[in-house]
């Protein structure tokens, strides 16, 4: 190997590694909420975040239907009543009252 392919191989390298690190800058994961709120009525069939609030089922996943009004997922806090769904009361878990 000659000197200039040495060269060629080093700033191929470097160029390489400064494309990777802007290329993950560019996929940077958003701010997150503050607060989040329950937001019944707006989940997509199979997207619920957790059981149902009348109690047919208790795990994520499980909504039958689109904007069901027993299934809810997390939305940040002020945005349900946009997206046309109804602030569900969280209950506390076990424990932590």
Known sequence: M????GL???VTGVLSVGV????????????????WEKCAGVAKKGMNDCGA???????AGQAKMDNDPNE?????????KKLGGKVAKVKP???AA
């Open 2 to 5: 000659d000197k200039g392919s």
């Open 8 to 10: 060629k191989a080093a």
């Open 20 to 35: 990777l690190a802007l290329s993950s800058q560019a996929h940077a994961v958003p701010d997150q909420p503050k607060a």
């Open 53 to 59: 609030l009348d109690g047919s089922h208790g795990c």
């Open 72 to 80: 809810w997922v997390y939305v940040p806090q002020g945005t349900c």
């Open 93 to 95: 878990a076990k424990g």
